[in-house]
């Protein structure tokens, strides 16, 4: 199978309103990777936040199962967070809380639940690009109920996964080009250009300055692509997206 243009992108595609309860979805997919994510609203804040007037994101995530090619117990039944899955969950709340006013939100928490289905490399950049959407419409049904006022989403956020190659870099890596890959990178950006947070390892070796700008360059190359993503899955209506049967309650 030919390699991929080393610029080019998997196919990347978010459907909005996956399922009804939350009060925001979305489901994401880079290439064959697959992640459901779910923002919650509560009306409460962690202790440390209460009576201070301002709000709080926060993000949780976790792979199914038999997300990858082997089957993986639930942490739950291992009675143990692994440290992975916290590290991962804490770059997406940073992420995600970097384009939020949270004095905007009151007091006030949303939890972005994000659970891979289905893993073929850049799980986290897929979750902070489809968790940008769920959070921006859990926001939007704030805004319409008149809970809170226009401007607490003055941001935008995206990642993509990028590393380098025996042949040199390469964007969005899936599985097979991560295992090899010399050097991973994962590059969280927002809509201005500027970056959020950069996560870089020499896998095999070190890397150079050279090295790694040519990777910040792939990234941001993408990232025009990623937000029209994300602005076609905003442009969708709730209503057109609503699964059927859901206008009541099930039974649990």
Known sequence: MPRRA????????????????????????????????????????????????????????????????????????RGKIS??????????????????????????????????????????????TGGYVALALAIAHLE????IKAGALPGRVAAVAVGILADGPQLDLDYSMDARAAVDLNVVMAADASLVEVQGTGEQRPFSRQELDDM??????????????????????YAARRPRGSAGSPAA
């Not at 994101?57 to 199914?64: H, R």
């Not at 319409?144 to 809970?147: A, F, I, L, P, V």
């Not at 692509?225 to 442009?235: E, G, I, T």
């Open 83 to 128: 440290g992975r899955t916290q590290e991962i969950g804490r770059l997406i709340g940073r992420a995600l809380r970097s384009v939020v006013h949270l004095p905007a939100l009151g007091e006030r928490l949303i939890t972005v639940d994000c659970d891979v289905l289905q893993a073929d490399g850049g799980t986290r950049c897929a979750a902070i």
């Open 216 to 237: 910040l360059d792939l990234a941001f190359g993408a990232l025009p692509q990623l937000l029209a993503a994300q602005d076609a899955a905003l442009a969708i209506p």
């Open 144 to 147: 319409e109920g008149d809970k």
């Open 6 to 77: 080393p610029h080019a992108l998997r196919p990347v595609t978010i459907a909005p309103h996956p399922i009804s309860h939350p009060e925001g979805s979305a489901l994401v997919c880079f290439g064959d990777t697959q992640v459901l994510c779910c923002a919650s609203v509560e009306e409460r804040v962690p202790p440390w936040l209460q009576g201070r007037g301002r709000g709080w994101v926060s993000a949780e995530y976790d792979m199914l199962p038999r997300a990858t090619t082997t089957r993986s117990s639930r942490d739950s039944h």
